[in-house]
């Protein structure tokens, strides 16, 4: 079963709930698709066994066979070449490799040279497989090295899929193909709004999908009656509590200190199977 | 008149990222505010715009092909790097929009049609003029998006005699947070005392020094954990970065959100709304 754990906005809990979730269910392999900004690492920390650095192919042009008929910028839907009389110019963060310039070159002045994104990192925690995802910063494109961190998925493994925030290709890169989705929301108008979106993007998509409202007992009730409204079934709430948020601070997932939770998720997860 | 700009950002997200900027608003006068994050905006819920001016948005492109014309040669498939095409079915969702397949396609059964990825707006409200969109689910191009937000602003800027613009930056620091801070004058990290927080606020900070933006840094809810404060405080000393605030914890902005207001309006005398003024003193200092 391949659980994903998203929200629209961030900071609700996500990250929470994926770690603490992997904690207290069997075999579990931990995918954390944030790759902007991983933190599962941070609560789990696992002890690294393999890097691997991901790569994005981007043109190389060639100045002696290239005539600069500008077939290739006039393709180019990211505007990611410009060609002038005398000279082209490559903007490789633009680049969306879809290999289209070397195609459309009536010259063949186009190849392709690999270029360094990120990283994935594999390694293992208290019996959960890890693998994150590190975009270099200064990169903008996440969606590849999103493929990546899900190219490492474990079919015999619960996976469980911690999901960037937002709404837009990252979110939809991380979730497309996966069985469930679990949206965790904070029950305040914030939390309500980007929920809305979310919850249309996985109708788009044909995802089930179950709510975790974290921080329970803060805010207004509006949450609850958009998901009874919209028959969204309301997995499990986690209370607004000092303690949770002071052992987050430290990095300790809270499970470890409040074991009795554990079952609560086995519960959730018994709850989605059926 | 030059007309300064900065963007609020975080890394980590539900930092507080749009409270803050929501209460900058209503401690500035002649300021452009913008929701820079298109695909989870919040700010409007604040700030409570007044649309005056609706704009389509349509940057991204999605592949059809015609099955009457197609003669089922796969070579869409073969050549298509976002695995879009199966049994010669398009899937709109990892469709990028690049053209190689309508190229490729030897009779021309592949079509690129435009979609309309989103709306930018121009509003007001009662604190002053606001740039905003809103990306349809699930859509890329956000970056592109927010590139428009800025642009409008800076249009409404000088049309209204603003001399500030403040972006409310999205969550991250890919594309989206890159076309945020492209340019701007300052960026103002907002971190939590979470070790999530600090780890997100170091990449924030390299992405700004990446791009070679100025950076100062607020602690929000910084009494939540006192000891990891003082390693943000200790981080930026050694760093080079100021830390022009600290605010503490307190549900009443949780009350705030609720009520629809910004937390300087709804309680002007709380201790968080007091740490906001002068770390926005603070911030006017290096701006």
């Known amino acids: ?274 | 008149m030059m007309v300064k700009e900065i963007t609020v950002l975080s890394g980590k997200g539900g930092t507080g990222k749009t409270s803050v900027a929501a209460s900058l608003a209503v401690l500035t006068k002649r300021t452009v505010m913008t929701d820079c994050d298109v695909d989870a905006p919040d700010l409007h819920l604040l700030l409570k715009p007044e649309v005056l001016e609706t704009q389509e948005f349509k940057a991204s492109r999605v592949a059809v092909i015609d099955e009457e014309k197609c003669v089922q040669c796969g070579k869409c498939e073969e050549h298509c790097r976002f695995d879009a095409i199966e049994k010669l079915i398009i899937d709109p969702i990892l469709c990028e929009g690049c053209g190689v397949c309508a190229y490729i396609c030897p009779v021309a059964a592949i079509e690129l049609e435009k979609r309309v990825s989103g709306y930018a707006f121009i509003s007001k409200t009662k604190y002053g003029p606001m740039s905003h969109a809103l990306l349809n689910p699930g859509e890329e191009n956000s970056g592109k998006l927010v590139s428009l937000v800025r642009k409008n602003a800076k249009k409404v800027a000088e049309k209204e005699n603003c001399e500030l613009i403040i972006n409310d930056g999205p969550p991250g620091i890919g594309c989206p947070v890159i076309a945020s801070v492209g340019g701007v004058d300052m960026g103002l990290i907002v971190v939590e005392p979470t070790l999530s927080g600090i780890h997100d606020m170091e990449r924030a900070l390299g992405l700004l020094s990446h791009f070679k933006i100025p950076s100062l840094v607020c602690v929000n809810k910084y009494d939540l954990n006192e000891e990891n404060t003082s390693r943000i405080v200790e981080f930026c000393g050694s760093n080079g970065v100021e830390v022009v605030g600290k605010i503490p914890f307190d549900q009443i902005v949780t009350e705030s959100m609720v009520a629809g207001k910004p937390i300087v309006e709804y309680s002007p005398e709380s201790r968080v709304s007091k740490a906001i003024a002068e770390l926005w003193k603070q911030t006017l200092k290096h701006v």
């Open chain 1, 1 to 274: 079963m391949i659980l994903t754990v998203a929200s629209g906005k961030g900071g609700t809990g996500k990250t929470t709930v994926a770690v603490n979730m992997a904690l207290s269910l069997e075999n579990v392999q931990l995918l954390d698709c944030d790759v902007e900004e991983p933190n599962s690492h941070i609560l789990l920390q696992p002890k690294i066994n393999e890097t691997k650095p991901v790569y994005t192919k981007v043109p190389v042009v060639s100045e002696e066979l290239c005539d600069y008929c500008g077939k290739c910028s006039k393709f180019c839907a990211y505007n990611a070449l410009f060609v002038a009389p005398k000279t082209v110019m490559v903007f490789p963060e633009l680049c969306h490799n879809c290999g289209g310039c070397s195609l459309v070159c009536p010259k063949n002045a186009i190849t392709e040279k690999e270029r360094q994104i990120g990283a994935i990192k594999k390694g293992e925690s208290k019996g959960v497989e890890i693998v994150y995802g590190e975009l270099n910063v200064g990169e903008a494109m996440a969606v590849p090295l999103i493929r990546a961190v899900k190219n490492q998925m474990k079919s015999n493994k619960n996976v469980i899929i911690d999901a960037p925030p937002g709404t837009a290709c990252s979110l939809v890169a991380s979730v497309h193909k996966t069985d469930y989705c679990i949206l965790v929301t904070e029950p305040t108008p914030f939390g309500l709004h980007d929920l809305k979106i979310t919850v249309q993007v996985l109708k788009d998509l044909g995802v089930p999908m179950g709510v975790i409202i974290n921080r329970a007992g803060l805010g207004d009730r509006k949450v609850y009656e958009y998901c009874k409204k919209e028959n969204i079934p309301l997995l499990l709430e986690i209370p607004f509590s000092k303690k949770i948020a002071e052992l987050y601070s430290r990095g300790v997932p809270f499970v470890e200190k409040m074991p009795e939770w554990k079952e609560k998720f086995l519960e959730v997860q018994d709850n989605i199977k059926r």
